[in-house]
């Protein structure tokens, strides 16, 4: 697999940040550039390719994209509903809109809708705790979440 | 009311270079580059501030800081904890994205005192529009000739990046966020050696929370008895409190520390549809819950609501009333230990399993009647075993739901239906 020469510039930009030596402080980054790049998904080669360009061994840099959550080993939809279940949210009816968006969409959280365009994922807190319920649209945060507000929001991904 | 962090948070374009400019920022910062300052007087100004780190641990600041070996030969760094994940907490995001410049100048500030001419300020995955104006901010600092080396032809440099994390609470423990910058999986390191000494790349770093760093220029412009003054003995100026559930108008609130729990509970609208208040966790998922009669006579500083029974945390309260089900809230946050512990601790990795999975057998109506006693040992054995404190943090919320709330879950074992829900 190789790497476009628009993410390698993007994930030097990154590397710069670090001292000398240290490129792989950018591991991070640089597995999001390439899964955005790659229907939002990490293979194994992927994750190799990064490896390699910043000159680290495969195993440390597919630690890294296991451990954390932004990764996504699995087929997903072009945009991921990331949807807070926890406390604050659920105090505010958060279960019954999951329920609401999973009904919508008609697909269970963790699936991803049949035309591949969204995928539905119940995560821990995403740091909104005040504008509960929320969710967060790829980059986008929601927050005061009602079912009419869902449904808009949602009709309105392409 | 709003006095520090959030003094400029009604303005247009509160977060501009400009707004922070207008309303004095930068000017300790300036002093520093003329060369107006010693690292003395400010670790000075600070320990009579009484700052205490507002990230949970509550260590004070200018201590931490006086810590820092900064005659030490090779680099040094100073880090910012924007890592923000605990349940209930939302704070520095706001700080971000409606005073990025305070959190710069804050760093800058802090580099000086350390010798750190390096830093990074540690913004959680998620939060991409803070770390989009925490950007702006930066660059209009760069271009304003307040960062970068040798600035202003002195002799103090400062370069400061944003790192942005991927999806991991752990990581906002400090020794975590360092293997996580480093570019591994963010699992706590033990301690000692402390970051001070041996820290990010091996260097002597010092780590500190948003707010902490926020609150730094304030003090120093106004003075530290000033901020002190603002808050009651022991927990100096004001604090960010978030309060969130079942209230009017959740929000964050920056007031005094000291202040009556139930005078915040009125600033945040009030039990909504006139509730009654059922139970308070006063400081983020972690912090024990506290009864409403007894969060009522609380008042919220570090000492007023230890002697309450909690933690004051991060400032994190969560509001339930008498609609909430105990054994479904206590559930919902032993999953997130569950879900959020590295793997590195036995005590951690298995017990958190073995908390969530117990309560979700209460839920599902397959509880045993042995199941509380259960629970209670799970929790004893994680408490204090582990190497970071996630492991105290997934025990503590445990210990106090079943003491404060036990005839909810013995009524869910019995009946395999919730007390309270119908």
Not at chain 2, 89 to 107: A, Q, W, Y
Not at chain 2, 288 to 311: N, Q, R, W
């Given at each position: 697999m190789i790497i476009s020469d628009s993410a390698k510039k993007q994930i030097d930009i990154w590397i710069e940040k670090y001292p000398q030596g240290k490129q792989s402080s950018a591991v991070m980054e640089a597995l999001k550039l390439v899964q955005a790049e790659n229907d939002n998904q990490l293979t194994s080669e992927a994750i190799q390719a990064v490896a390699d360009y910043l000159d680290m061994p495969g195993?440390?840099?597919?630690?890294?994209?296991?451990?954390?959550?932004?990764?996504?080993?699995?087929?997903?939809?072009?945009?991921?509903?990331?949807?807070?279940?926890?406390?604050?949210?659920?105090?505010?009816?958060?279960?019954?809109?999951?329920?609401?968006?999973?009904?919508?969409?008609?697909?269970?959280?963790?699936?991803?809708?049949?035309?591949?365009?969204?995928?539905?994922?119940?995560?821990?807190?995403?740091?909104?705790?005040?504008?509960?319920?929320?969710?967060?649209?790829?980059?986008?945060?929601?927050?005061?979440?009602t079912a009419d507000k869902i449904d808009d929001i949602v009709d309105g991904l392409k | 009311m709003n006095e520090v962090c959030f003094k400029n948070i009604d303005k247009d374009q509160c977060w501009s270079l400009e707004t922070y400019e207008a309303s004095g920022g930068y000017s300790t910062w300036r002093k520093i580059l003329k060369g107006e300052y010693t690292p003395d007087e400010i670790i000075n100004e600070l320990k009579t501030s009484g700052l205490r780190g507002r990230g949970g641990a509550g260590f004070p600041t200018g201590l931490k800081w006086s810590f820092m070996p900064r005659n030490a030969q090779g680099q040094k760094y100073v880090i910012c904890n924007s890592d923000e994940g605990e349940p209930g907490t939302c704070k520095d995001r706001d700080i971000l994205r409606f005073n990025p410049h305070s959190v710069i100048e804050g760093m800058a500030i802090g580099s000086f005192v350390m010798n750190a001419t390096i830093g990074y300020n540690y913004i959680r995955g998620e939060f991409m529009e803070p770390f989009n104006r925490f950007e702006g901010a930066l660059k209009e600092a760069y271009a304003a000739g307040l960062l970068g080396k040798n600035i202003n032809a002195s002799e103090v440099s400062f370069d400061l990046y944003s790192h942005l994390g991927a999806g991991a609470y752990i990581v906002g423990e400090e020794t975590a966020l360092l293997e996580s910058l480093e570019g591994k999986k963010g699992q706590p390191r033990f301690k000692p050696p402390f970051p001070a000494n041996v820290g990010l790349y091996g260097k002597p770093t010092t780590i500190n929370n948003t707010e902490s760093f926020a609150s730094v220029p304030e003090i120093m412009s106004k003075g530290g008895q000033w901020f002190a003054d603002l808050g009651v003995e022991n927990s100096g100026g004001t604090k960010l409190f978030s309060v969130s559930g079942h209230?009017?108008?959740?929000?964050?609130?920056?007031?005094?520390?000291?202040?009556?729990?139930?005078?915040?509970?009125?600033?945040?609208?009030?039990?909504?549809?006139?509730?009654?208040?059922?139970?308070?966790?006063?400081?983020?998922?972690?912090?024990?819950?506290?009864?409403?009669?007894?969060?009522?006579?609380?008042?919220?500083?570090?000492?007023?609501?230890?002697?309450?029974?909690?933690?004051?945390?991060a400032g994190s309260v969560i509001i339930m009333d008498e609609s909430t089900c105990m054994v479904k809230a206590l559930t919902r946050l032993a999953h997130f230990y569950y879900d959020e512990s590295c793997g590195q601790c036995t005590p951690c990795r298995e017990g958190t399993g073995w908390l969530y999975r117990v309560l979700k057998r209460i839920m599902d109506g397959k509880g045993k009647a042995e199941d509380i006693d259960l629970l209670m040992s799970v929790q004893e054995k994680i408490m204090g075993n582990t190497i970071c404190a996630l492991g105290d943090a997934a025990a503590m919320p445990v210990e106090s739901f079943l003491r404060n709330f036990r005839e909810e879950f013995e009524y869910y074992i019995e009946h395999g239906k919730s007390m309270v829900e119908k």
């Amino acid at each position: 697999m190789i790497i476009s020469d628009s993410a390698k510039k993007q994930i030097d930009i990154w590397i710069e940040k670090y001292p000398q030596g240290k490129q792989s402080s950018a591991v991070m980054e640089a597995l999001k550039l390439v899964q955005a790049e790659n229907d939002n998904q990490l293979t194994s080669e992927a994750i190799q390719a990064v490896a390699d360009y910043l000159d680290m061994p495969g195993i440390a840099a597919a630690e890294v994209a296991t451990f954390y959550e932004n990764y996504n080993h699995k087929p997903v939809g072009k945009h991921i509903i990331r949807f807070c279940h926890n406390i604050s949210c659920m105090l505010n009816g958060a279960d019954d809109l999951i329920t609401h968006l999973e009904t919508k969409l008609g697909v269970k959280t963790g699936e991803v809708t049949k035309d591949g365009l969204i995928s539905v994922k119940k995560v821990e807190c995403l740091g909104a705790c005040v504008g509960a319920p929320m969710f967060q649209i790829d980059d986008q945060y929601y927050e005061h979440l009602t079912a009419d507000k869902i449904d808009d929001i949602v009709d309105g991904l392409k | 009311m709003n006095e520090v962090c959030f003094k400029n948070i009604d303005k247009d374009q509160c977060w501009s270079l400009e707004t922070y400019e207008a309303s004095g920022g930068y000017s300790t910062w300036r002093k520093i580059l003329k060369g107006e300052y010693t690292p003395d007087e400010i670790i000075n100004e600070l320990k009579t501030s009484g700052l205490r780190g507002r990230g949970g641990a509550g260590f004070p600041t200018g201590l931490k800081w006086s810590f820092m070996p900064r005659n030490a030969q090779g680099q040094k760094y100073v880090i910012c904890n924007s890592d923000e994940g605990e349940p209930g907490t939302c704070k520095d995001r706001d700080i971000l994205r409606f005073n990025p410049h305070s959190v710069i100048e804050g760093m800058a500030i802090g580099s000086f005192v350390m010798n750190a001419t390096i830093g990074y300020n540690y913004i959680r995955g998620e939060f991409m529009e803070p770390f989009n104006r925490f950007e702006g901010a930066l660059k209009e600092a760069y271009a304003a000739g307040l960062l970068g080396k040798n600035i202003n032809a002195s002799e103090v440099s400062f370069d400061l990046y944003s790192h942005l994390g991927a999806g991991a609470y752990i990581v906002g423990e400090e020794t975590a966020l360092l293997e996580s910058l480093e570019g591994k999986k963010g699992q706590p390191r033990f301690k000692p050696p402390f970051p001070a000494n041996v820290g990010l790349y091996g260097k002597p770093t010092t780590i500190n929370n948003t707010e902490s760093f926020a609150s730094v220029p304030e003090i120093m412009s106004k003075g530290g008895q000033w901020f002190a003054d603002l808050g009651v003995e022991n927990s100096g100026g004001t604090k960010l409190f978030s309060v969130s559930g079942h209230v009017n108008n959740p929000a964050n609130f920056e007031v005094s520390m000291g202040m009556p729990f139930s005078e915040l509970l009125e600033l945040a609208g009030g039990m909504r549809n006139g509730a009654k208040l059922k139970a308070v966790i006063p400081g983020g998922s972690s912090t024990p819950v506290l009864t409403a009669e007894v969060a009522m006579g609380m008042t919220m500083d570090y000492d007023g609501i230890e002697k309450a029974g909690s933690m004051l945390g991060a400032g994190s309260v969560i509001i339930m009333d008498e609609s909430t089900c105990m054994v479904k809230a206590l559930t919902r946050l032993a999953h997130f230990y569950y879900d959020e512990s590295c793997g590195q601790c036995t005590p951690c990795r298995e017990g958190t399993g073995w908390l969530y999975r117990v309560l979700k057998r209460i839920m599902d109506g397959k509880g045993k009647a042995e199941d509380i006693d259960l629970l209670m040992s799970v929790q004893e054995k994680i408490m204090g075993n582990t190497i970071c404190a996630l492991g105290d943090a997934a025990a503590m919320p445990v210990e106090s739901f079943l003491r404060n709330f036990r005839e909810e879950f013995e009524y869910y074992i019995e009946h395999g239906k919730s007390m309270v829900e119908k």
